[in-house]
């Protein structure tokens, strides 16, 4: 990797990391101050509500420091310099759901302070999404219920071949006789 990328990659991380310390305070914040103005009759919480809040808050807890561990800078202590970025936090896949997994926490944090606690019903949103991943990524492949048999079945099941533009150069270039291609027989 290039130093140039590194440092870019380590100024993103400590951005995201800074965030990530303040969203981790400030919906807990929101929260409180939203219940004390919108609802006080709501003051203590239930024990119903606090469990809510103690279930959600963990594994939130969790997450960032799995993603603080990832994203932490590693410099060296007498100059200073740059030995590890981390892993890049704006990498999509597993980091990228931690991220969607802690905002969707953080609002039902927020909203539920302000508007109660049925607002917690969206964070069913998380397990819904994963289920949907697991079906359309594993167990609708490994059953043939896949989008790509559903599409292939619509356009009449016909064997269609798909060819990149890179094989199209090299069919031409065997046709040729080109002696940088290898042809294969079947």
């Not at 310390?21 to 929101?30: H, N, S």
């Not at 509500?49 to 993603?67: C, D, E, G, K, M």
């Not at 059953?143 to 619509?154: D, M, T, V, Y």
Request: net charge positive; proline share 5%.
């Amino acid at each position: 990797m290039a130093h140039g990328a590194a440092k870019r990659i380590a100024q993103q991380n400590e951005q995201a990391l800074r965030n990530l310390r303040l969203g981790m305070f400030i919906p807990t914040l929101l929260s409180a101050v939203f219940r004390l103005l919108f609802r006080r009759s709501s003051l203590p919480p239930s024990k119903g509500s606090l469990a809510l809040y103690v279930v959600t808050y963990l594994p939130a807890l969790f997450l960032s420091r799995y993603l603080e561990r990832m994203g932490t800078t590693r410099r060296d202590p007498t100059t200073g310099a740059l030995i590890s970025p981390g892993e890049d936090l704006n990498q999509p896949g597993v980091t990228e759901w931690c991220f969607d997994i802690l905002y969707v926490t953080w609002a039902c944090q927020i909203g539920s302070g302000a508007f109660g606690d049925w607002v917690w019903w969206f964070y069913l949103i998380i397990p819904l999404y994963a289920g949907y991943k697991v079906w359309s990524n594993f167990i609708g492949p490994m059953f043939g219920w896949s989008r790509a048999a559903s599409s292939q079945a619509a356009e009449g099941g016909g064997e269609k071949e798909t060819i990149s533009k890179r094989q199209e150069k090299l069919r031409k270039r065997s046709e040729r006789g080109d002696p940088r291609v290898r042809s294969v027989r079947k």
